[in-house]
């Protein structure tokens, strides 16, 4: 892949205003995937010592946008949204849908959870991998921005571990709140069960 520069950067009111945060575009990714930094500076007093807070988000139109029940992206990105603008850091919006398979396959695979499968069977029988997220793209992004020291705001170790394998020095993995429902308690049991993510449950 190709080295990253940055292409632009504009400050965007989200929150309907309540918060200013820093979108940035890049240049040089061949994936045509539209990958998007957003830099938060952060409304507390920075130690001599700090270290930027960094949440690699994935892509999720079912939970960011139309807040589904089915999964916890949603819930995710507004805490990640809370915390890093308090902290100071970044969010990485990676256009990496349904773990890298897309919306329409992650449709398909939502059938097969209808079914009685869970969310790796149901990409293994559509032929799709467990997760074909790269998080390589993520690196590079963070390279970018000259933020090669993070603390990463995550239950899951394969991103730090790929970030790591990028050339990436993650000081430090912050776990994200386990924002269960009715809905998702399956889903998020199965991704700490088969994929280690550190997740913890409160008794039903």
């Not at 930027?52 to 805490?79: A, K, N």
């Not at 776990?175 to 039903?204: G, W």
């Amino acid at each position: 892949m190709s080295d990253l520069t940055i292409k632009r950067r504009v400050m965007i009111p989200v929150r309907a205003g309540d918060v200013m945060a820093e979108f940035i575009s890049f240049n040089g990714d061949d994936s045509g995937k539209e990958h998007i930094g957003i830099y938060f500076e952060g409304t507390k007093e920075k130690a001599d010592d700090y270290v930027p807070l960094v949440r690699l988000h994935s892509e999720c139109l079912t939970g960011d946008v139309f807040g589904s029940g089915r999964c916890d992206c949603g819930e995710q990105l507004d805490e990640a949204i809370d915390r890093i603008n308090e902290e100071g850091g970044y969010i990485l919006y990676l256009r990496q849908e349904g773990r890298g398979i897309g919306l329409y396959a992650k449709l398909e695979a939502y059938a097969l959870q209808d079914q009685g499968y869970d969310t790796y069977q149901a990409n293994e029988m559509l032929h799709l991998p467990d997760d074909g997220r790269d998080f390589g793209i993520a690196a590079d992004m963070l390279k970018a921005l000259g933020a090669t020291n993070v603390r990463l705001l995550t239950n899951n170790p394969d991103k730090a571990e790929q970030l790591t394998l990028n050339g990436i020095d993650v000081a430090e993995l912050v776990p994200t709140k386990v924002h269960v429902n009715q809905h998702n308690r399956l889903y998020l049991e199965t991704k700490a069960k088969r994929k280690f993510h550190t997740l913890k449950f409160d008794p039903i």
